[in-house]
C-alpha cells in the first residue's frame, strides 16, 4: 500500500466511525459522561463473598472511575471472589511463587424502574513471589490483591461503559 493510500485511509476513518453511530465513550452526551457520579456503587461489608480488602479496593477504584454517586440514578451491585493457587514448586515440594485469581460480577440497575442497564462477570489473576521473607511475601501478596483489584474494576468500567442500556429517561 502507498504512502498516499494509507494517508487517505487515515483521513477517512474518523468519518467512517461517525457514519456508523460512532460516539466517544467521553465525548458530550456519550455513556461515560452521562454516568459519571451517578452510580452508587454497593458497600465493600455488602460484597457477597469477598474478603474485607479486596473489596474495599474494588468499591475504592470503581469510585474513582465512576465517579461517587451522591445523586445516583443507577446502583451497581457487586459479588467478588478470589483464590490463590501455587504456580511454582521446588522438588522439596515448596511453593515458590502464587496466582491471585479473581472474578467479579456486576448488575447495574436503573433506580427509577429497575431495568438492569448492565451486567456481567469479568475474571483476571496476577501474581506474587515467596522467595523472600515472611515480611516480603506478605507485602506482596497485599500488592497483588490490591492489583488484581484495579484490573477487576478497570475491567467492570471497561464493560459498563461499552454496554450500559441508557435508553430510558433517567427521572
Do not use: W
Not at 131 to 151: C, F, K, N, Q, Y
Not at 155 to 164: G, K, N, P, Y
Amino acid at each position: 500500500m502507498s504512502l498516499l493510500n494509507r494517508r487517505t485511509l487515515l483521513l477517512a476513518l474518523p468519518v467512517v466511525a461517525a457514519a456508523c453511530g460512532f460516539t466517544p465513550v467521553y465525548a458530550p452526551g456519550g455513556t461515560g459522561t452521562a454516568l459519571l457520579g451517578q452510580i452508587e456503587v454497593q458497600s465493600p461489608e455488602k460484597i457477597k463473598d469477598a474478603s474485607g480488602t479486596d473489596a474495599y479496593f474494588l468499591v475504592q477504584n470503581l469510585e474513582q472511575r465512576l465517579g461517587r454517586g451522591g445523586s445516583a440514578a443507577y446502583k451497581l451491585d457487586l459479588t467478588l471472589s478470589t483464590q490463590e493457587e501455587g504456580q511454582a514448586i521446588t522438588a522439596g515440594n515448596e511453593i515458590t511463587r502464587y496466582s491471585v485469581i479473581g472474578s467479579a460480577g456486576f448488575s447495574l440497575t436503573r433506580l427509577s424502574d429497575g431495568k438492569i442497564a448492565s451486567s456481567g462477570t469479568v475474571r483476571n489473576f496476577t501474581g506474587y513471589s515467596a522467595t523472600g521473607s515472611t515480611v516480603e511475601t506478605l507485602a506482596g501478596e497485599r500488592d497483588a490483591h490490591e492489583r488484581l483489584m484495579v484490573i477487576l474494576a478497570d475491567q467492570i468500567t471497561a464493560q459498563i461503559l461499552a454496554t450500559a442500556d441508557l435508553s430510558a429517561p433517567v427521572e
